[in-house]
């Protein structure tokens, strides 16, 4: 087998022994002593409760920062001055809290001041801009850099809490599963210590200060805001350089005590190393056992497997040798093992592995904590694209179960900067990604590490999880960055996230596109996850090793044609355009002033605070893509810039998609979702609403599909219009069937149609035709084709609607989109989008025209049907259904689609309770509100 870039990774993580905190790396090196599992009985009795949750009701109090500004050139003296004033120190028992703020904790300081109202909405038109400008610090910086007032505070949270009195002569920790960023805690007054990384952690023995069946008092002094997050394992996005602007700090997640016996059974992991044809599976079983006190004796225990009709319990009895950490792995069998499988190739039944373990020393017999994981039975492999052999390249082919996919999928944005938590909301994206047939998500490192229920929701889904590290552009090494941070931060996100059956593999950030002197940070982390993690590969960034990152398109200006054709990747991992959201979206966000005037006013805090890099110079570049027609409006910029994003999603992942198995294996489109409500790459909202491309990834992740490649966007007057038609065929058998093309011109008449057979292998795609329109049928006007797949069966796999020649361009227009971006960048933007406003014509808006009904009637699901007919003699495009409610639960199950004369489509409605007014409409059909 040849050599690729794992390989040689690998060979390095093995020879650097780089490591940052010593109890990790004391751990990650004990060797695995092997125990023979046997058949068993579970334990009789029940577990006992040894954990108390520390959630609810805290208090909060802020201060200034405590870190001081010293002024080299006086140094003693102002250091001395500082050293005099001193800080608060709250942490004291005689501290009276009596005038903090009440505050329900897991909780940022944000949204505790938010609901409160000691705070604005910092999402709400430019209410955090105009914080920025007026009080934003270091005020020297870029103003979406700069911290407000909230960040640049220590926040105190304190509550009381009792221990229980049965507890008296155990060991107790504390835990705290998410601190945003760093913190100190204190016990009754007294220092446990620091902590820094938002992401696990730290778990601290109280033992010797807890008061048992007595009242105790936990504080937690949570830092100002780091100033940067480079070599930082954190969030990054908040920080201002896209999106918005809002560092999450806080108790963002679960506080609880634990009792823990003199022996611990910790870190219990799971690994699918075999499936059998025969259904035969074989699983192996590690779990830890922390001794501190060396404690000798014999561990009875027992693991117990349950589900999809597989109840089976096996056990061993492990001779403690004294060792204060020791590591274990056995391997058990499970007969007609029911299978996880991918969205889209199968189900995804899952497992509950429980080990229960009881202590036998001499003393007596004392059960210890059970530990639970639910668990996916199914192997995972990389293999290496067959175009793209050698070390400079990773292996990008995904094996799941013997089966190769093609992978289609999208970033993942954490869903909110204020860390709410909201599991509904999480549940109903997650729901339009499966929808979509999204079946990979690259969980972007710049984002958060998501929640545990995000994951249990990946597996019940089938969604699979590419898990990066939150490190971005280019970590600092040591001592930039601190490696004991990080090192303890990758062990809590391994070992936590590790039994998922979704997650796939590992990365280790986001765009770190260049060793930086030593990579010390990422070799780290890759060691890590090989040592914790040997099943999953690790990939060291995206792009890196073959993947590949576009924005040519927009930041770079390029046309969305030559833009994407000009790489080769094995695997796309982000590229896009942005768009506005919906109306009903942007009035959760937008007061109505700044959206009634066109242009807009450039001195808006209210839309540069919404803006992909907060400028006017964002519209700029978007108008570019959106030239539709005239841009008159606010609503004009809305639907145009959510077609250019459609169109430019699609070209590329027909680019992709469309090349020969073993050359690309699959896509991973920027993005699914937002993390700030706002002018963005998400085709799901921040508020959860899908716009028009969230549509078209649904047409283009279908497993069965027809589509077309276009070499151009636009075609000359004297050249014909040609589109290569491929199919494929990304499910589990073989399919047959035809796709159809129809092409129609400026005023809708047919000027030509195709029919191409297609018979392809499961898991296949190929090129079966070219389909053409003569240059005298357009005249470089413009051409509207729809694309139709139909099985041999009668299927409907659906269809597509493409446009070429559909931008006009004034003169001015042209001139201004042949010069630089860097050069448009300093003119007055506001004049340029006036030029984009110009009267000139508008292909799209311009057809003849027809008429829409529709009819809503109750469905079996318990949401409705709408059915919408085109009335007309000419086809209806883009059909549009408005009037749904800007929140996550509502759902249409197709929108933004094209209807022949005559043809009329069933949309299911789902998510409300309540049927609001439902109106249809298209481009070329006035609104009509749907009949119940």
């Not at 010593?22 to 092997?34: I, K, N």
């Not at 490190?471 to 941070?485: F, M, N, R, Y």
Request: proline content about 7%; charged content about 25%; glycine content about 8%.
């Amino acid at each position: 087998m040849a050599r690729q870039l794992e390989d040689v990774a690998d060979e390095e993580y093995a020879e650097v022994t780089i490591s940052g905190d010593r109890w990790v790396d004391f751990v990650s090196t004990r060797p695995v002593r092997p125990v023979e599992l046997r058949p068993a009985t579970p334990f009789p009795s029940a577990e006992e409760d040894n954990t108390r949750s520390l959630d609810g009701e805290w208090k909060l109090a802020s201060s200034p920062k405590l870190n001081p500004v010293v002024s080299q050139v006086d140094w003693p003296s102002s250091w001395m001055h500082w050293a005099g004033q001193g800080g608060p120190t709250w942490w004291e028992e005689t501290t009276d809290r009596s005038r903090w703020l009440p505050v329900n904790v897991p909780t940022t300081v944000q949204n505790a001041l938010i609901e409160s109202g000691e705070l604005p909405d910092p999402l709400w038109a430019g209410t955090t801009y105009d914080e920025q400008l007026e009080h934003g610090t270091p005020a020297d910086w870029q103003v979406s850099f700069r911290h407000t007032r909230v960040e640049q505070q220590d926040w105190w949270f304190a509550r009381t809490f009792i221990v229980p009195a049965e507890w008296t002569g155990s060991r107790v920790e504390l835990r705290l599963d998410g601190i945003s960023y760093s913190a100190s805690v204190y016990i009754n007054g007294k220092p446990l210590g620091n902590h820094e990384g938002m992401f696990g952690g730290p778990t601290l023995d109280i033992t010797g200060l807890a008061r048992f069946g007595a009242e105790n008092t936990v504080v937690v002094r949570v830092d100002s805001a780091p100033p940067h997050w480079y070599g930082r394992p954190i969030g990054s996005a908040g920080f201002g350089w896209h999106y918005g602007h809002l560092i999450p700090m806080g108790i963002w997640r679960s506080v609880g005590l634990r009792r823990v016996d003199l022996v611990d059974v910790r870190d219990l992991k799971v690994t699918t190393t075999s499936v059998e044809p025969d259904g035969t599976a074989t699983l192996r079983v590690g779990f830890d056992l922390e001794n501190p006190n060396e404690v000798t004796g014999v561990l009875d225990v027992r693991f117990t497997l349950s589900g999809n009709g597989n109840d089976l319990t096996v056990g061993a009895n492990v001779d403690l040798t004294g060792s204060a950490y020791q590591r274990f792995e056995g391997t058990i069998t499970v007969p007609d093992a029911a299978v996880w499988w991918p969205l889209g190739f199968g189900d995804q039944p899952l497992y509950e592995a429980t080990m229960q373990a009881e202590l036998r020393v001499k003393s007596g017999a004392r059960r210890l904590a059970q530990l639970h994981r639910r668990i996916g039975i199914r192997t995972t492999e990389m293999a290496a694209a067959a175009d793209w052999i050698g070390e400079d390249y990773y292996r990008w082919q995904l094996i799941v179960n013997g089966v190769p996919l093609f992978m289609k999928g999208a970033n993942w944005c954490s869903t909110d900067p204020l860390l709410r938590g909201e599991v509904e909301k999480y549940r109903d994206i997650l729901n339009r990604c499966s929808d979509a047939n999204i079946q990979v998500l690259r969980a972007w490192g710049a984002g958060v590490v998501e929640d545990d229920y995000f994951y249990d929701l990946c597996d019940e889904r089938g969604i699979l999880v590419y898990q990066e590290f939150p490190i971005t552009w280019g970590p600092p090494d040591s001592p930039h960055s601190d490696l004991a941070v990080i090192d303890r931060q990758a062990h809590e996100i391994v070992t936590r996230l590790r039994h998922h059956p979704s997650v796939f593999m590992w990365g280790g950030g986001n765009e770190n596109l260049g060793p930086v002197s030593a990579d010390e940070v990422l070799r780290l982390i890759g060691r890590r996850c090989r040592q914790f993690d040997p099943d999953r590969p690790f990939h060291r960034s995206d792009p890196w090793g073959g993947s590949l990152h576009n924005y040519e398109v927009f930041h770079g200006g390029h046309p969305i044609d030559t833009g994407y054709q000009g790489m080769d990747p094995v695997l796309y991992g982000e590229w896009g355009l942005p768009s506005l959201p919906s109306r009903p979206s942007l009035e959760r966000y937008l007061p109505n002033e700044s959206m009634e005037a066109w242009p807009p006013r450039s001195d808006d805090t209210a839309l540069l605070q919404h803006q992909p890099e907060f400028r006017m110079f964002d519209f700029t570049k978007q108008a570019r893509y959106a030239n539709f027609g005239p841009i008159k409006s606010f609503d004009d910029m809305v639907e145009y810039t959510q077609l250019a994003q459609s169109e430019a999603l699609r070209y590329a992942a027909n680019l992709i998609r469309g090349s020969r198995p073993g050359h690309t294996t699959g896509f991973w489109f920027y993005k699914a979702t937002d993390l700030f409500p706002g002018n963005s790459w998400a085709v799901i909202d921040y508020y959860g609403v899908p716009k028009s491309s969230f549509y078209t990834a649904k047409r283009v992740c279908r497993n069965v599909a027809g589509f077309a490649k276009v070499a151009t966007l636009d075609f000359a007057a004297d050249r014909d219009v040609t589109a290569a038609i491929w199919a494929a065929n990304d499910s589990t058998r073989a399919r047959s069937g035809t796709v159809e093309v129809t092409f129609y011109d400026n005023t809708l008449r047919v000027v030509q149609d195709a029919s191409f057979p297609f018979d392809l292998a499961a898991y296949d795609r190929a090129e079966i035709g070219v389909a053409s329109v003569p240059a005298a049928s357009h005249r470089g006007e413009l051409v509207l084709f729809r694309v139709s797949t139909v099985g041999v069966d009668g299927e409907d796999f659906g269809d597509d609607w493409y446009w070429v020649n559909a931008r006009p361009r004034t003169e001015r227009i042209l001139e201004i989109e042949a010069l630089p971006l860097d050069e448009i960048r300093l003119w007055d933007q506001i004049e340029v989008l006036a030029d984009y406003a110009a009267d000139r014509p508008a292909p799209l808006r311009e057809l003849p025209r027809t008429a829409l009904e529709a009819v809503v009637s109750t469905a079996s699901h318990g949401g409705w049907t709408l059915t919408v007919r085109n009335t007309g003699d000419v086809p209806a495009f883009p059909v549009i259904v408005d009037g749904l409610p800007a929140v996550s639960s509502a759902f249409l199950s197709d929108n933004w689609f094209g209807l022949v004369a005559g043809e009329q489509r069933a949309i299911d409605v789902r998510g409300i309770d309540t049927l609001p007014p439902l109106t249809v409409r298209a481009w070329n059909a006035d609104s009509s509100a749907a009949k119940v």
